[in-house]
């Protein structure tokens, strides 16, 4: 069994099996060739999400929508992991639960889930049903305390725009879904306002509405957050193309020379560079993603049902160089992932940072 085969199998049974969720977290870092790091993410991803957890590839690389992703901000990276979720059915679950395991009212699923409708289906007043709603979701909603303030208000909002359209404009929900989403539109400031949510979600913020989102999600029916971070294009620098040709030359070079080289090691010489083609970051952005992670680290305890994958190359783990980016530039991440009990000739799968082989 090879090293991501093993690595795979620690995650699936250990994490994703009891772990996460049991209401666990955790920071892993991965290591490893660029096809083997890419099958392998998309892979925990892909088999993450038949498992009924909510899971995203977090792509750093591309433009997205025309626009860097910039995830080394925090506000950019819960936009980024939340995108694909569906709000507003998520809403209408969690209201349709409510009623039918908390308040013992029939809701079916082949009825729209509107106020009349229940209390039709139900032998009961429009009044009853509000003030069943107001009692099991509302009130327990509001008594959440591991839920941020502003998302407690917004999730409220949602189930509640689910049992009574509004005849509105801007409707509650549309300025709902561009709040969760970091867009703007007309209107939207003052509609916020009347629904008690003064501010936008920003870098100052958006880690608490993240945490929130991480609670949140097992009770709509997840089994927990999996998000595989690409932090491969930070490794490298952004300089220009002709400073680049020079400092490779130059490692060719530096290659050729020593003992025992081989071909083999030529070619993954120039795949780490053909990797790197894509977007760079600048100086800045790649000491704020290091950032980012160590604070992730620091807090884990602070979250709840998150796994956090960050795919990075081998040489960012190596002695600094020249011109290189390495873990040695943050010194303050290096002692949180390094500082373990190892095997220096077997990889230890569950081990916070796992370094994966050549292999097909």
């Known amino acids: 069994m090879t090293t991501s085969e093993r690595w795979l199998d620690v995650m699936r049974d250990e994490y994703l099996g009891r772990y996460i969720p049991g209401g666990g977290a955790s920071v892993r870092f991965l290591s490893g060739p660029r096809h083997v790091l890419n099958r392998v993410g998309k892979g925990l991803v892909a088999e993450a999400a038949r498992d009924n957890f909510h899971a995203v590839f977090l792509e750093t690389g591309q433009f997205q929508n025309g626009l860097r992703p910039d995830l080394h901000r925090i506000d950019k990276f819960f936009f980024a992991a939340s995108d694909s979720l569906d709000w507003l059915g998520l809403a209408e679950k969690q209201v349709r639960t409510v009623f039918q395991r908390k308040c ?4 079916p699923d082949h009825l729209p889930l509107r106020l009349e409708t229940i209390a039709a289906s139900n032998g009961c007043t429009q009044d009853e049903v509000t003030k069943q709603f107001n009692l099991q979701f509302s009130n327990q909603l509001a008594r959440d ?3 941020e303030y502003d998302f407690r208000a917004a999730m ?3 189930g509640r725009s689910q049992l009574i359209p509004e005849n509105i404009t801007p409707a509650h929900e549309e300025v709902l879904l561009a709040w969760l989403r970091g867009q703007t539109m007309t209107g939207a400031a003052a509609a916020l306002r009347q629904l008690a949510i ?3 979600i920003t870098a100052k913020n958006a880690r608490h509405i993240f945490r929130s989102l991480c609670h949140w999600l097992p009770q709509v029916g997840y089994q927990g957050t999996v998000l595989v971070l690409d932090m491969r294009p930070y490794c490298y620098s952004n300089r220009g193309a002709t400073e680049r040709n020079i400092v490779r030359l130059q490692e060719v070079r530096d290659k050729v020379f020593q003992p ?3 071909i083999e090691d030529i070619r993954r010489l120039f795949e780490q560079e053909e990797e790197a083609v ?3 970051y600048s100086e800045q952005a790649y000491l704020a993603m290091l950032a980012l992670l160590r604070r992730f680290i620091d807090e884990i305890d602070l979250f709840e049902h998150l796994l956090l994958v960050v795919l990075a190359n081998p040489s960012f783990f190596e002695h600094p160089e020249t011109g290189k980016r390495t873990w040695h ?5 290096r002692t949180r992932i390094s500082q373990e009990v190892f095997d220096a000739q077997h990889p230890n799968p569950s081990a916070a940072l796992v370094h994966l082989g ?3």
């Not at 013992?104 to 809701?107: A, E, F, R, Y």
């Not at 530039?329 to 991440?333: E, G, R, V």
Request: net charge neutral; aromatic share 12%; hydrophobic share 35%.
């Open 198 to 200: 003064y501010q936008r």
């Open 156 to 158: 409220n909002w949602l």
């Open 104 to 107: 013992g009212l029939s809701v």
């Open 145 to 147: 305390r591991l839920i």
């Open 260 to 262: 025992g080289v081989t």
């Open 278 to 280: 894509g977007l760079r």
């Open 329 to 333: 530039n943050y010194d303050a991440l």
């Open 358 to 360: 050549d292999e097909p």
